[in-house]
C-alpha cells in the first residue's frame, strides 16, 4: 500500500511539472507571435509612409506611436534607406529585424518581417532596414 501511494504521488508531481512546462511554453510562443505580428504591422506602416514620400523623421515618429512597449524608442538612427536613383517611380522594401529571448526558444531568436510596395514602372527601388531593441 505504502509503495502504490509514493507512485501516486510521484505520478501526480510529473503530470503537474508536464502541465506548468507546456503552458509556460505556449505562453512564449504566444509572445513570438504578438511580437511577429507587431513587427509586421509596423513594416506595413513603414512601406506605406515612404511609399507617400514622407521623410525618415515623420516615418519614426508614426513607428513610436505604434510600436508597443517591449520596444525600445526607435531613433532617426535606427532607420537605414537606401535609394537606388532619384526616379520618382521605386518599389519599396522595408524590413524590420528585433531580437526575442526567452526560456524555450534559443536566446538570441531573431523575428524579421519584411514587406514591399511595388510598381510596374521602374526598376528603381529603395531599401529601408530597422532594427528594433528590446527593452
Excluded: P
Excluded at 518599389?91 to 536566446?107: A, D
Amino acid at each position: 500500500m505504502r509503495n502504490a501511494i509514493i507512485d501516486q504521488i510521484l505520478l501526480w508531481l510529473v503530470l503537474f511539472i508536464s502541465f506548468v512546462t507546456m503552458f509556460l511554453m505556449v505562453i512564449d510562443y504566444y509572445l513570438v507571435l504578438k511580437t511577429k505580428d507587431r513587427c509586421d504591422t509596423l513594416a506595413n506602416y513603414g512601406v506605406r509612409m515612404k511609399a507617400l514620400g514622407r521623410d525618415d523623421e515623420t516615418i519614426v515618429i508614426g513607428l513610436n506611436n505604434i510600436k508597443n512597449s517591449y520596444f525600445e524608442t526607435i531613433t532617426i538612427d535606427d532607420l537605414h534607406c537606401e535609394e537606388d536613383s532619384e526616379d520618382i517611380d521605386y518599389q519599396i522594401v522595408f524590413e524590420i529585424t528585433t531580437t526575442f529571448n526567452n526560456m524555450f526558444l534559443s536566446n538570441g531568436e531573431l523575428i524579421k518581417s519584411k514587406t514591399a510596395s511595388f510598381n510596374e514602372v521602374s526598376d528603381s527601388h529603395i531599401e529601408c532596414s530597422l532594427i528594433l531593441r528590446v527593452q
